[in-house]
């Protein structure tokens, strides 16, 4: 029955019986197990690590020697007992988690439960933080606890057998690969709490690099993770926490992918977890008062969402949260604390129909959006038309962390400083916050810090913003040594266990980088000296460093990294950056050589492509390269290096590199025409036309859809390939993209042309028992509706339509066609001056005569017994006077003039 101990502790809930199997686990995991969950992370750790003859035992001055130590102890404590590892591990993540991440501190600290002196505390804080490093860039130095990280991934490492990547080259990344039948829940969830682990050590980074993104996004692949879990489970419960682990994987799965810059790739996931949690939202416009002294309601957006299951926000146990975080309250004299909605819909159908006239009648609801939209009212689900917009029913735990995630995921794919995306993210931010019921300290804190994010754009809100983000700062009660806001009453009352709850379900948050967006807004306000006071007090030197550098101050920038070079002469990233203001290949190499950054290797990618003038180089692609090459054999998950490189392959001539590097962006970000666009070059060099069809298909329905350049290249291939719809499709979205810049130079006549001649190769349906085929239907509004719009002078342009016209059997408009295209031209203001101006627009008349003659005597549109031009003979002497009275004095003896008299005569 160790799956369903293990199921407990990774969804953190006590509502899992344990005591109903109590009989089937082994009692030291199950005590341990309810500690955990109670909370009580420091004696499980005390009491294992001194079970597994760890404390007390180590002067850390050789850390590889330490390192061995932990491993050689836990293998020997743990190898026939991988349980009891799994839960120690468990326990100490948790823990420094709780140190870092969401308080309250510990009572115990690492050191002390490792019957540590002060000097040897020092040593071994330096030695996790060593080990945690990845690829030159230190991990943060102030976290606490951090060797309970470190045990933790040696730990886990065991129990799943897999390498460990302290400390190696990172040549070739062990990926993980769950097999259900072949996996013990016990190994599983060892693999899902290693995900967890990891994404932690990366929070502890400036960015994420090396194998750990890729590893933990390859343990969040499959949802056969869950699978292995769950088939180990009791058939009555199977279920019910089935559902619950995948709720929890998926939702995981979302953090991992945000973790990574992988953001593109979540909205599939979070699609599953919708289905699977049944939650319903969708984002409408509502009218709404803001203001105190507003007497109308004004329009404005707004989430309305409900959950199939509000009941299970938190355990109904004594120990749920009595007290969210503080909320301070605006005590604005002019914005109210929270917008007042009217409801949703008090408008006939009819009237909000007739005041939307452009809408496309065909729209409808997209759920396969990160934000469904409502455009009119019978588009929202009626359960939520029903809502009280003023008072909405409390969300599930599970669908407020929905869409919070979604706000990052939007908040990390649209430009900053958007209105309309903040109106956005103001109304997701909302909806988390402005609920009643009990509140989870984890969710309802993000709520907070968002909105406050949010509000520190606007002037009228940016001092609640700032003070509700130093409230939430200090509200951690984590390593805080001067408080600037009077602590709450009652907020030390909130127990760990409910803060860690959701942790692993949001982007994980630590202390430091909340100071460090806090610090970020006093720079953008320009008040230096608070920024710099946080950087300080946080000892993080290449931040401040940047900060220097983007206000111009360079010269401070340098000062403090070569003081930092100097103390921490391994510190790769510090010497990076310092090439980055220097621009010095030099400091890039040795950032390199010392701890492999990847970021150094991007740089000197970066110089070689494009040297200063003052380095005496020339351009040098085939060394850049070689640079991005060694970049991404390190970190393969950077989208911008991946398409710098196929960039550059592209102009090289490297065709393969070209198409594998676009193949790996478009992997990275589905929605990237400009990618698909490239690897459709690729492969055209390569001579794969389907293949780059299919790239320029997925190209023009991604996320630009008016690059006019993707649709000219998706017009090219498909000619080539003789695909005549698509041909007719990029040919019309052309016209309409371009039409408004160029006008008719908007449409390309020679394809206008082959489309007009497929057209009419085959007959028109001569009754109404015939049908026409999509093509013909679609190219006959383009040619005789669409184009006719556009044209201006083009005579090429009205022949085509008149043809078209005749093949529909209506002479008619074919003759008016003709009548448009001689107009055009006769009213040239050249006409008069330039012979060949003069020569076209005779050309132009003897079509239009040859038209009135033809045309003419056919039946008109009236039916029988009407002509389409019964005074046609009249009409054609008068055209052909009215030209030759406009040329007479400057082309009466020209080529143009003898053929408009051969014309009147032949009359």
């Not at 993210?425 to 993000?446: D, E, M, P």
Request: with cysteine; net charge negative.
């Amino acid at each position: 029955m160790e799956a369903i101990l293990q199921t407990a502790l990774l969804l953190g809930s006590k509502n899992v019986p344990l005591d109903e199997f109590s009989g089937e686990i082994d009692a030291t995991c199950l005590v341990n197990a309810k500690l955990i969950l109670s909370g009580k992370h420091d004696t499980v750790i005390q009491e294992l690590l001194r079970a597994a003859d760890v404390t007390g035992k180590y002067d850390f001055d050789d850390p590889q020697e330490t390192y061995s130590g932990f491993q050689n102890r836990f293998s020997v404590a743990y190898k026939n007992h991988p349980n009891l590892a799994l839960v120690l591990a468990i326990a100490l993540l948790q823990s420094f988690i709780q140190s870092n991440f969401t308080g309250p501190g510990a009572l115990k600290s690492s050191s002390e439960i490792l019957g540590c002196t002060n000097d040897q505390n020092e040593k071994l804080h330096r030695f996790s933080i060593t080990l945690l490093s990845v690829l030159g860039q230190p991990a943060y130095r102030l976290c606490d606890n951090a060797v309970y990280l470190v045990m933790a991934l040696i730990l886990l490492e065991q129990v799943t057998q897999q390498p460990s990547l302290f400390g190696q080259d990172f040549q070739e990344t062990a990926l993980v690969e769950i097999v259900p039948a072949q996996t013990s829940a016990v190994v599983a969830s060892a693999h899902w709490w290693r995900a967890r682990a990891l994404l932690a050590q990366l929070s502890l980074l400036s960015e994420p690099t090396g194998p750990h993104p890729m590893v933990a996004s390859s343990i969040f692949n499959s949802i056969d993770l869950v699978y292995a879990i769950s088939k180990e489970l009791p058939s009555h419960l199977k279920s019910s926490v089935e559902n619950q682990l995948g709720v929890s994987f998926y939702l995981e799965n979302v953090k991992c992918s945000l973790a990574t810059n992988t953001e593109h790739m979540c909205l599939p996931t979070l699609a599953k977890v919708q289905k699977l949690t049944q939650f319903q939202f969708v984002l409408t416009g509502a009218r709404a008062k803001r203001t105190k002294y507003q007497s109308e309601f004004r329009s404005g957006l707004i989430i309305l969402a409900h959950s199939q299951q509000a009941s299970n926000n938190t355990d109904s146990s004594d120990d749920s949260v009595k007290e969210a975080p503080e909320t301070l309250a605006l005590e604005s004299d002019h914005l109210l604390e929270k917008p007042v909605y009217e409801s949703i819909g008090n408008e006939p159908l009819d009237e909000q129909i007739v005041k939307r006239p452009k809408i496309d009648q065909d729209y409808s609801l997209d759920e396969e959006r990160l934000l469904p939209i409502a455009i009119r009212q019978e588009d929202i689900p009626l359960v939520l038309r029903e809502l009280d917009p003023n008072d909405q029913p409390t969300l599930s735990d599970d669908d407020n962390a929905q869409l919070l995630l979604r706000l990052q995921v939007i908040r990390q794919t649209t430009p900053a400083q958007n209105s309309m995306v903040e109106q956005e993210l103001s109304a997701i931010v909302n909806r988390v916050l402005y609920q009643s019921g009990k509140k989870n300290w984890t969710l309802f804190s993000r709520g907070l810090w968002e909105r406050s994010l949010i509000e520190t754009t606007k002037a009228k809100t940016i001092e609640r913003g700032l003070l509700q983000m130093q409230s939430l700062v200090e509200e951690l009660d984590l390593s805080i040594s001067t408080r600037m806001l009077p602590q709450s009453s009652g907020g030390d009352s909130t127990q760990a266990v409910e803060r860690l709850r959701y942790v692993h379900k949001l982007p994980f948050l630590p202390r430091w980088a909340m100071d460090v967006t806090l610090a970020e807004k006093y720079m953008s306000l320009g008040v230096m000296k608070s920024a710099v006071e946080i950087y300080e007090r946080l000892s993080m030197v290449c931040e401040a460093a940047l900060c220097y550098a983007a206000v111009g101050d360079e010269k401070t920038a340098e000062k403090i990294l070569i003081k930092n070079i100097e103390e921490n002469p391994n510190d790769a990233r510090a010497l990076s950056i310092l090439g980055d203001i220097r621009q010095d290949p030099d400091l890039w190499t040795k950032s390199w050589e010392i701890g492999k950054h990847v970021n150094a290797k991007n740089s000197l990618a970066k110089h070689y492509y494009n040297p200063p003038s003052s380095s005496g180089l020339t351009k040098d692609p085939i060394a850049c390269i070689k640079h991005l090459n060694d970049s991404l054999r390190l970190y393969p998950l950077s989208f911008e290096t991946w398409y710098f490189y196929g960039c550059v392959g592209l102009e090289c001539g490297k065709m393969d590199l070209a198409a594998e590097a676009f193949t790996r962006c478009v992997s990275l970000d589905a929605t990237h025409s400009i990618s698909w666009s490239n690897l459709s070059a690729a492969f055209i060099e390569q001579g794969k036309l389907k293949e780059a069809h299919s790239c320029l298909s997925k190209a023009v329905s991604s996320d630009s859809p008016n690059n006019w350049r993707i649709w000219e290249n998706f017009m090219l291939v498909s000619i080539k390939l003789n695909m005549w719809p698509d041909v007719l499709l990029a040919c019309r979205k052309l016209v309409d993209i371009r039409k408004d810049k160029v006008g008719e130079f908007s449409i390309d006549m020679p394809v206008v042309e082959k489309l007009v001649e497929l057209l009419v190769t085959s007959d028109f349906p001569a009754n109404t028992s015939q049908r026409l085929t999509h093509f013909q239907t679609s190219c006959m509004e383009f040619i005789c509706d669409t184009l006719p719009t556009v044209v201006t002078t083009s005579s090429e342009c009205w022949k085509q339509v008149a043809k078209v016209e005749m093949w529909r059997k209506r002479p008619w408009a074919s003759l008016e066609c003709y009548e448009k295209e001689y107009r055009a031209m006769s009213h040239n203001p050249d006409l008069e001056f330039d012979e060949k101006v003069w020569n076209a627009t005779v050309e132009t008349c003897d079509d239009l005569v040859s038209a009135y003659e033809s045309l003419g005597e056919m039946e008109g549109k009236h039916g029988p017994g009407s002509a389409v031009c019964g005074d046609w003979k009249y009409k054609a002497r008068s055209v052909i006077k009215s030209l030759m009275s406009r040329g007479r004095s400057s082309w009466e003896d020209s080529e143009g003039w003898e053929k408009l008299l051969e014309l009147r005569n032949n009359l």
